[in-house]
């Protein structure tokens, strides 16, 4: 019996293979920094294998992007360390925090709570209002 689905390894090549008409258009300065693109994608074949992903050209692109990223970080410990750029604190939860510290602070304050519940009472005795939606149209 043979394989039903072809390895990451295949697919990447096919997906090499449908890029180089797209290169062959390029300028030249273009097609080398492509073939460069296309080389730092290479190093994650071996992780495509475990996306099982039904568009491999998602997970090729993605492998470009993380090596781009992994290159800019690089330059920018390299420009922390000859000073020109200042030093920043790295945390990568920084957004979840500052969600929940949104959060810890709405619930610290009674007083926003209380006003908050009449306004929403009053609300309540207002009659409803309809609109109609298609009135423009």
Request: hydrophobic fraction near 40%; aromatic fraction near 6%; avoid cysteine.
């Amino acid at each position: 019996m043979g394989r039903t689905i072809q390895s990451a390894t295949q697919t990447w090549v096919e997906e090499d293979q449908a890029l180089r008409r797209f290169v062959r258009a390029l300028r030249k300065s273009d097609q080398v920094l492509i073939d460069e693109l296309i080389a730092l994608s290479h190093s994650h074949v071996a992780e495509a294998s475990y996306a099982s992903n039904l568009y491999p050209m998602d997970i090729y692109l993605v492998s470009m992007l993380l090596e781009l990223y992994k290159k800019v970080k690089q330059l920018e410990l390299k420009l922390e360390q000859n000073g020109v750029l200042p030093v920043t604190e790295i945390n990568p939860s920084r957004g979840l925090v500052s969600l929940l510290e949104l959060v810890n602070q709405e619930e610290d304050d009674p007083a926003d709570e209380v006003q908050a519940s009449a306004s929403l009472d009053e609300d309540e005795d207002a009659p409803a209002e309809y609109v109609d939606l298609q009135e423009g149209a």
